[in-house]
């Protein structure tokens, strides 16, 4: 099993930025490709980034969050982030992170190729 812990959540005013950290803890955390996911009420899960096992990172992004938000992983500290700037409020949800055992140098996007889930950090985008 990995376990995945997400922070950093809270309630931001728009225009502004918010970093959130997903740690992972009971596997190699080197060999899984992780994502950023989130889901506003009434809508569905949809994704938002993703990052490969490598830490020469290859990276993909939702068109809504491109050029906003960066994701970026440190091996050493388990541990992924998502760097949100220029905030909207339609950027409001639970964000998710995710893993997915993978050596693919491509990041996919259907939040069914992920197995593992952390439990969710709720992002506010409100003035």
């Known amino acids: 099993q990995l376990q995945l812990v997400e922070s950093g959540g809270k309630l931001v005013q728009p225009g502004g930025s918010l970093g959130l950290s997903c740690a992972a803890s009971g596997r190699t955390f080197s060999s899984y490709a992780m994502g950023w996911f989130r889901q506003a009420p009434g809508k569905e899960r949809e994704f938002v980034a993703g990052?490969?096992?490598?830490?020469?990172?290859?990276?993909r992004y939702a068109d809504s969050v491109k050029g906003r938000f960066t994701i970026s992983r440190d091996n050493a500290k388990n541990t992924v982030y998502l760097q949100m700037n220029s905030l909207k409020p339609e950027d409001t949800a639970v964000y998710y992170c995710?893993?997915?055992?993978?050596?693919?140098?491509?990041?996919?996007?259907?939040?069914?190729?992920?197995?593992?889930w952390g439990q969710g950090t709720q992002v506010t985008v409100s003035s």
């Open positions: 990052i490969s096992w490598t830490s020469t990172d290859n990276t």
């Open positions: 995710a893993a997915r055992y993978s050596y693919a140098s491509y990041v996919v996007v259907l939040p069914g190729e992920y197995r593992y």
